[in-house]
């Protein structure tokens, strides 16, 4: 691809400095921000390249007509500042942070008696808040769980201190019910209510062992003080916050203010889990939808969705464990890749996470759409395979004999991603004596392949070869005989690693096997072997009856024929009654038939 004058300028001073870059159109309109260590190996390995591995990539690179770049100290800066001008700009080519949800919080509220309640909206009036929980149940079962512990109030009354002692509020009822202690009318000191909510506001953090610790000190103080009515209350306190840890406690607790992530992709989006980790007990789970633009790696998505998703939680952990290896410098926190032991439990529960959400949301999808899980599994095997075109139309091939004996071909068809059996074709091989797998692949595929292009009938995006190198290459001598070289994909699957061949290509390809689009290939192939070798059978069963029909004394071929027609096999002939046999070769016949059957 040329490379545009301006742009060459652009390019040829670029600093090797970390920073932001811009994109910008003809019109002065912004196109796309990125962060980079090296600005000047960063941008210009957008045109540099050969071949975009994105059709998207592509269009940025052309509709760019101007780049301008901002040089920071470090990464980090670089990375603050690109997620601001993202957020600001809405460029078109960035990164989508899919949620229009607004999730719900708890906020202790910034008031002289605080009050603690439940909100969507967050206010910068100086309150502190907690979250967001991943759906208001949870909220409200963390609330449920503070109102347990503490009597906080619930009224809205200005309670400051000069109203307070004036005496302008009576208790209300909530007082009455012993769910508040009535701090409007003197009743709780000030004091007494910021130590419970001093509490809460630990609990919200996650910090159980520090208010258990606490909790347990003063019950043994009041029972020492003979105070057994408050050592019971605080027993029934700790009782209630032990209950909750424990469902909570999912690794050893000596694993404290951590951060986890997961993720998961599929062709369109990569979905990100982010778990917060206190005294090894989970007091926040929550997953989010990032939209793909420039065909992103999982890695890249990962660094996007973790630098959001803390920012949006305000985390201070200074530790962060992640599935996968991600390029990412934070000052002072440390990102690991854990391969064995509690941590590694921990960022696969991660990724189980947001497995599941990414499996729940293609469900709501087909609900509305039947046909999005076929396209996302096509479009996610046209990305691992590099196809430039929908591969809507596939074909397998498989090759099925017993020591060379009955050679016979299969090939399967499927059609958006599903079996389309009216189009599946046997193949008798003529050519082939003796077990030769290759010539067999050579004729069948030639066959197939020469008569759609006589008939003028559609040719498929993706071909699928079973077996490794050796059927690939004959199966791509009878493409080129053909003169078809070059108008469709044709990979070979070999089953011991499910390795992906490509022709030429010496070295195979591993697709992920939790990947939607090889399981899709894995089921082409055990179809067209299921196929192959049924056909496979039919042939050698046919071959039984007309060697043993052959040995009846005045069968003939046409006779022989008729009766290989109608009984497909000997077991179904011996099955067979005589008016059967009679209604398919006549009376002298058949009685001559059933004579050889009952004496053999």
């Known amino acids: 691809m040329e490379i545009k004058p301006e742009i060459k300028k ?27 260590k090296s600005l000047r190996a960063r941008v210009g390995s957008y045109f540099n390249t050969r071949k975009h591995e994105s059709a998207k990539t592509l269009l940025l690179v052309r509709k760019a007509a101007d780049i301008k770049i901002i040089i920071t ?13 993202i957020k600001q700009h809405r460029p078109p080519f960035n990164i989508r942070l899919k949620d229009d949800k607004t999730y719900p919080w708890i906020v202790i509220k910034k008031e002289p008696i605080p009050r603690i309640f439940s909100t969507r909206k967050k206010v910068r009036d100086g309150s502190e808040y907690f979250g967001p929980f991943v759906s208001g149940r949870v909220m409200h079962s963390m609330l449920d769980l503070l109102r347990s512990l503490f009597k906080f109030r619930t009224c809205t009354l200005n309670l400051a201190p000069e109203n307070v002692a004036a005496g302008k509020f009576k208790v209300c009822l909530e007082y009455h019910l012993k769910n508040c202690m009535g701090p409007c009318a003197g009743h709780q000191s000030a004091a007494d209510y910021d130590r419970d909510i001093r509490d809460a506001r630990e ?33 029934e306190k700790l009782s ?18 951590v951060d986890v992530f997961g993720i998961v992709a599929d062709a369109k989006a990569g979905y990100v889990n982010h778990m917060r980790i206190r005294n090894g ?25 973790l630098f959001e998703m803390r920012a949006m939680t305000e985390s201070d952990s200074k530790e962060v464990l992640t599935n996968i290896a991600v390029e990412l410098e934070l000052p002072g926190i440390q990102i690991s890749t854990p391969v064995r032991g509690d941590k590694r439990k921990l960022t696969e529960m991660s990724e189980r996470n947001a497995k599941f959400f990414m499996m729940d949301l293609h469900k709501q999808q087909e609900a509305v759409d039947p046909e999005a899980s076929a396209n996302r599994i096509m479009e996610t095997l046209q990305k691992d395979l590099g196809m430039e075109v929908l591969p809507r139309h596939i074909e397998c091939f498989d090759n099925s004999n017993i020591q060379g004996t009955h050679p016979a071909s299969a090939c399967v068809v499927f059609k958006n991603a599903k079996p389309a059996k009216d189009d599946y074709r046997k193949f008798n091989i003529k050519t082939v004596q003796g077990p030769n797998d290759f010539a067999s692949m050579t004729e069948a595929v030639g066959r197939r392949y020469k008569r759609l292009k006589e008939e003028g ?40 690693l499910e390795e992906i061949y490509f022709p030429g290509d ?6 992920d096997k939790r990947s939607e689009s090889l399981k899709l290939i894995q089921q082409l192939r055990n179809e067209a072997h299921r196929f192959s070798l049924a056909h496979h059978r039919n042939m050698r069963s046919k071959t039984a009856l007309v060697s043993e029909l052959n040995e009846i004394p005045g069968i ?19 099955e067979a009654n005589r008016e059967e046999i009679e209604a398919a070769v006549g009376k002298a016949m058949a009685k001559k038939v059933q004579a050889y059957l009952d004496e053999s």
């Open 73 to 85: 100290l470090n990464e980090y800066d670089a990375l603050l500042l690109e997620n601001t001008l």
């Open 281 to 305: 007990a989970i007091v926040h789970s929550h997953t989010l939808e990032f939209r793909k633009q420039l065909d992103e790696t999982e890695a890249e998505l990962l660094a996007f969705g």
């Open 457 to 496: 009938e559609p040719l498929p995006q993706l071909v699928i070869i079973d077996g490794g190198k050796g059927q690939l290459g004959a199966a791509m001598e009878a493409i080129e005989k053909v003169g078809l070289l070059g108008q469709m994909t044709v990979i070979g699957i070999a089953k011991r």
């Open 240 to 257: 209630l916050l032990e209950q909750y840890c424990a469902k909570s406690m999912v690794v050893h607790p000596s694993i404290d203010r």
């Open 556 to 574: 003939g071929a046409k006779t022989a024929a008729k009766l290989l027609a109608s009984f497909r096999s000997v077991a179904i002939l011996r």
């Open 506 to 511: 010496p070295d195979p390809l591993y697709i």
């Open 203 to 235: 609990i919200l953090r996650g910090n159980f062992a520090e208010i258990l610790k606490q909790m347990r000190g003063e019950m043994h103080r009041a029972a020492e003080g003979l105070a057994f009515e408050e050592a019971a209350g605080i027993k």
């Open 10 to 36: 652009i390019l040829s001073g670029l600093p090797a400095k970390p920073g932001v870059y811009r994109f910008f159109d003809s019109q002065g309109e912004l196109l796309y921000v990125g962060k980079a």
